[in-house]
């Protein structure tokens, strides 16, 4: 039923945009529980992308995982596209804010695919800045373009196979490595 929660974000983003700086609670709930409690809990059963993912166990096409997806290298590399990419977040937000670029206010896919649609909002809110609306747009960017990557490679291989290069589980595992 966790899966809802994923479901729920992106159609939540439709409402109005505002909504994806719940991204930050998904950025921040799984590193709380794992201080608080020294075990690598969300990866065990509270992580909603999970969830979401296993829908896809039954519909996959179950290709043998190539052995580099399973690589250091690799778990590396996409740990630090999401730093780059949160980076890209925070610096262009913050430019936005000092008026030197314009904002983006669309979904960009991977940083650089900017979809040629806009999503509707059916509610505006009357506090909408030009910053925060870039922002939101950012999150929800980063999400959508992780859950699909997620996605992709559960109907090619497993839907366990996410878990392996996941961000969190790394960030998770270097934390409690470190700890022990």
């Given at each position: 039923?966790?899966?809802?929660?994923?479901?729920f974000?992106?159609?939540?983003?439709?409402?109005?945009?505002?909504?994806?700086?719940?991204?930050?609670?998904?950025?921040?709930?799984?590193?709380?529980?794992?201080?608080?409690?020294?075990?690598?809990?969300?990866?065990?059963?509270?992580?909603?992308?999970?969830?979401?993912?296993?829908?896809f166990?039954?519909?996959?096409?179950?290709?043998?995982?190539?052995?580099?997806?399973?690589?250091?290298?690799?778990?590396?590399?996409?740990?630090t596209?999401?730093?780059?990419?949160?980076?890209?977040?925070?610096?262009s937000t913050?430019?936005?804010?000092?008026?030197?670029?314009?904002?983006?206010?669309?979904?960009?896919?991977?940083?650089?695919?900017?979809?040629?649609?806009?999503?509707?909002?059916?509610?505006?809110?009357?506090?909408?800045?030009?910053?925060?609306?870039?922002?939101?747009?950012?999150?929800?960017?980063?999400?959508?373009?992780?859950?699909?990557?997620?996605?992709?490679?559960?109907?090619?291989?497993?839907?366990?196979?996410?878990?392996?290069?996941?961000?969190?589980?790394?960030?998770?595992?270097?934390?409690?490595?470190?700890?022990?």
């Open positions: 039923m966790l899966f809802l929660l994923t479901l974000y992106f159609i939540l983003g439709f409402v109005n945009i505002y909504f994806a700086y719940l991204a930050f609670l998904c950025m921040t709930i799984p590193f709380i529980v794992l201080v608080i409690k020294k075990k690598n809990l969300w990866c065990k059963g509270l992580c909603p992308r999970k969830s979401y993912l296993n829908l166990r039954n519909i996959n096409l179950g290709l043998k995982a190539p052995k580099w997806l399973y690589s250091k290298q690799t778990i590396s590399n996409v740990l596209y999401f730093c780059i990419n949160i980076f890209f977040i925070v610096f913050i430019m936005v804010s000092n008026g030197r670029i314009a904002p983006i206010e669309k979904i960009r896919l991977f940083i650089v695919f900017q979809l040629p649609w806009d999503i509707p909002q059916l509610i505006q809110f009357s506090f909408q800045s030009e910053t925060l609306t870039h922002l939101a747009f950012r999150l929800y960017s980063i999400m959508l373009s992780s859950t699909l990557l997620g996605t992709i490679v559960a109907v090619l291989f497993k839907p366990s196979n996410w878990c392996v290069i996941c961000p969190v589980k790394t960030l998770s595992n270097r934390y409690l490595f470190k700890s022990s």
